[in-house]
């Protein structure tokens, strides 16, 4: 049971340039969310969905798009990224009932020069 | 929205002693406190969680305890050992039909010293 998966683990963008993240989870859930790690801050959520084919916005959602396709995926776009944006990227799940607890991958490090 | 506030941001203890970490939110509304464990590299591992109808809970050395009046919650770790240094979150969620938000306090870095 592999739980929550991102990829890739590390990567390296020049301003301008775009990407996507790709996270994965195996354990049925209904919602997933995408959040930023920056030092100091905790984190904070980007974008969120609450099954297929839905997506809302979170604290911190300028300068990303979000994508969710199948509900075992969910896809965070960089479209021009910036030195802003340079931070470590987790995403997680959870089930839809009251009070579940959210699971989360192990990161991704983004750096943008 | 939610702001939540934890102290202290490092905290060192002698192997055998206890930890408190303490948090702060600002949203009386919020119904759900998860601590989170991240050991370096990894993500955020679910340690123990509270609920807003529950005022204390144990899980063998870890204990967390909401005073929803104050609205602050600790997180209290006993016998402490060298496995338990990491980086602890706090956070706080308003269960709202159709979401199941996050927000999270900034961490505390907890060094257990052999």
């Known amino acids: 049971n592999a739980g929550v998966t991102q990829t890739p683990k590390f990567r390296v963008l020049k301003t301008g340039q775009s990407m996507t993240l790709l996270c994965a989870q195996d354990?049925?859930?209904?919602?997933m969310y995408w959040y930023r790690q920056d030092p100091g801050m905790g984190l904070r959520l980007i974008h969120y969905?609450?099954?297929?084919?839905?997506?809302a916005k979170g604290e911190v959602p300028d300068g990303y798009n979000v994508s969710r396709l199948k509900k075992q995926n969910f896809l965070l776009g960089l479209e021009s990224a910036a030195p802003s944006q340079t931070s470590v990227y987790f995403c997680?799940?959870?089930?839809?009932?009251?009070?579940?607890?959210?699971?989360f991958g192990d990161g991704t490090r983004l750096s943008i020069l | 929205g939610e702001n939540v506030e934890q102290h202290p941001s490092t905290l060192s203890v002698q192997e055998g002693d206890s930890a408190v970490i303490k948090c702060t939110y600002s949203?009386?509304?919020?119904?759900?406190f998860p601590w989170y464990k991240q050991e370096l590299g990894k993500g955020p591992q679910l340690i123990i969680d509270?609920?807003?109808?529950?005022g204390e809970k144990k899980d063998q050395r870890i204990a967390v305890t909401l005073n929803k009046t104050a609205k602050h919650f600790s997180l209290h770790i006993t016998e402490t050992q060298p496995e338990d240094s990491a980086v602890y979150f706090c956070?706080?969620?308003?269960?709202?039909?159709?979401?199941?938000?996050?927000?999270f306090g900034t961490g505390t870095r907890l060094t257990v010293i052999p």
């Open positions: 997680a799940s959870s089930y839809s009932r009251r009070w579940e607890p959210q699971h």
């Open positions: 354990m049925n859930h209904e919602y």
């Open positions: 969905s609450v099954g297929e084919g839905t997506t």
């Open positions: 949203d009386s509304a919020s119904n759900y």
């Open positions: 509270i609920r807003s109808n529950v």
């Open positions: 956070a706080a969620s308003l269960y709202q039909t159709g979401a199941n938000n996050l927000f």
